[in-house]
Every structure is written in C-alpha cells, then in structure tokens.
C-alpha cells in the first residue's frame, strides 16, 4: 500500500479494535444524544461533500432505533491496493485522524463535538454502508465497528453517493428517541455548506 497519503483516516489499517473499544467505553460521552446526535456525524460528512462539490442533498429515515442517512455524494473513497483490489478508506472502523483526539474538534448542530463515523460505526450492533462511486459501488455490514462482510459488488445504476443505515446497540443504553422536529431544525445548520436535508419520521 505505498504512496497512500494518510489524511482523514490512516489507510494502513482498516481495523482499530482498541479505538473501537474506547469509543464504546465512552459511548454516553461521545454519543450524548444517542440516535439524535450520531444521524448529525453522518451528515457532517455528507455536508463536507456539499461544500467540496457545490450543494448536494441528504434524506434522513429514522427507524425505532437508529436510522438511514443516503446523500447524492462522490461516495467513500476508494484506492487500488499493491495487488490490484479495491480498499476503502476506513472511515468505519479507525478514528478520524482531523478531529476524534482534538483539544477543539467541530462542533455539531446539536453542540457536541464531532468525532467522526467510527463513533456511529462502533455504537451500532449493526451498520451498513453502502457506496456509490463512479469506479464501481459496492456494500459492507460491520457489528459494533468490526467489518463483517468483505466488500459486495452491487449494480451500478448511474448515481454516486452513500447510504449508511445502523441500528445502536441496544446493550450501551443510548437514547433512541429522536425529536424530529427538532432534528429538522438542526439539520438546517448543514445548509452554510450547501447541504439540503429531508428527515422522514
């Protein structure tokens, strides 16, 4: 994996497990809000899509106990190993290089710290991340951050972009309920980077 810049993520491994570990130890720390606050890590990323690209749009579906995030994105970067495969940047399952260990990292609409996927990733019994890329799309299940599945090729059918659906874990005790009206004001915070979001309750 020579040449590989580490920039958001260290793409060397695509495992932390003692990261994984930490985050749930500090599960009500770094997840206060529980469903609430982790549907607003996963539109921050699609929100830096926005910025990056010009606009872009989010639909939020929320579940009994978690939520689907799918944005019109460029979907999770992709880069050919040494042996020709496919890796993604591993932005499920190892910490956020830019902000998770930050004296001052961003600040969410609910005005908590944003400390990046692996946190919605490692609080979840169950994610599933689904990816768009004009180079191929594909789709992994992960269990409480630990990759399940290897890559799954899925059709491509013209779009590009990232559906990520998880479902917290019910055994760490984070809140569930989610204020939808609420979490429609908040989610409006996204539009200064040119993201519009839809929350369907």
Do not use: C
Not at 154 to 169: H, K, L, N, P, Q
Request: aromatic share 4%; hydrophobic share 40%.
């Amino acid at each position: 994996m020579t040449g590989w810049t580490s920039t958001t993520h260290d793409w060397s491994a695509s495992v932390d497990h003692e990261h994984l570990a930490d985050v749930r130890r500090r599960a009500h720390e770094l997840a206060p809000g529980g469903v609430e606050h982790l549907v607003l890590e996963v539109l921050a990323y699609a929100a830096e899509e926005a910025e990056d690209r010009g606009g872009g749009s989010a639909v939020v579906a929320l579940h009994a106990s978690g939520a689907t995030v799918a944005d019109d994105g460029r979907g999770t970067a992709t880069l050919p190993d040494d042996a020709g495969r496919f890796v993604k940047k591993p932005v499920m399952a190892t910490r956020d290089l830019r902000f998770f260990d930050a004296t001052r990292p961003p600040v969410l609409p609910d005005g908590r710290a944003r400390r990046g996927m692996s946190v919605v990733s490692a609080l979840s019994a169950e994610l599933v991340h689904t990816n768009r890329r004009l180079n191929g799309s594909w789709t992994q299940r992960y269990a409480r951050g630990v990759p399940v599945t290897d890559l799954v090729p899925v059709a491509d059918d013209g779009s590009t972009g990232t559906t990520v659906r998880f479902e917290v874990d019910p055994a760490l005790g984070l809140a569930t309920h989610v204020d939808v009206e609420r979490l429609r004001e908040r989610v409006t915070a996204f539009a200064s980077q040119g993201l519009s979001v839809r929350v369907i309750g």
